[in-house]
């Protein structure tokens, strides 16, 4: 069973996939996303890639198909299956490491992740995101005094 903080780090690459998907940062998403898959494995970097097309194919059929507009419910549910989804492949992949490796390869995920993030603002947007459960959100980087205290559960 994978740590919270690296369900987190695989849920954020799901959500990095398919807000991607159809913008300009898709291209170098997309290689390294099936670079980071493959390690090394030719082969099974070229499945990630037929992989994470069809992903992009889905999402934009959903976005432009009859009646469509992106942010619609049907258009919303699929983007939440296809974010749902890639979580679990990394989610996965990350389990199947010997416990001493998950951490650097979940960094890895960090790293291809904050690089592919959407630049901050100084305004605060949530757009495109999938909370299970109780769930806290928080808009900063720590360093500008910003504090969030969260308890879950009865009192």
């Known amino acids: 069973m994978l740590s919270e903080a690296l369900v987190a780090v695989a849920a954020a690459g799901g959500s990095a996939v398919v807000q991607a998907a159809g913008t300009d940062a898709w291209t170098g998403l997309r290689e390294r996303v099936a670079r980071w898959f493959g390690r090394g494995d030719e082969a099974r970097e070229r499945v990630e890639l037929e992989r994470l097309d069809r992903t992009a194919g889905v ?47 979940a960094e890895e995920l960090r790293a291809l992740v904050k690089e592919y993030a959407a630049p901050a603002s100084s305004e605060a947007q949530v757009s495109g995101n999938v909370f299970r459960g109780p769930t806290a959100f928080q808009v900063g980087d720590g360093g500008d005094g910003n504090q969030q205290d969260n308890r879950f559960g009865v009192e």
């Open 59 to 105: 999402l934009a059929a959903a976005d432009s198909g009859p009646g469509s507009v992106r942010g619609s419910s049907d258009a919303a549910r699929v983007r939440d299956r296809q974010e749902g989804a890639w979580q679990s492949r990394f989610e996965s992949l990350l389990e199947g490491l010997p416990e001493e490796e998950q951490e650097l390869v």
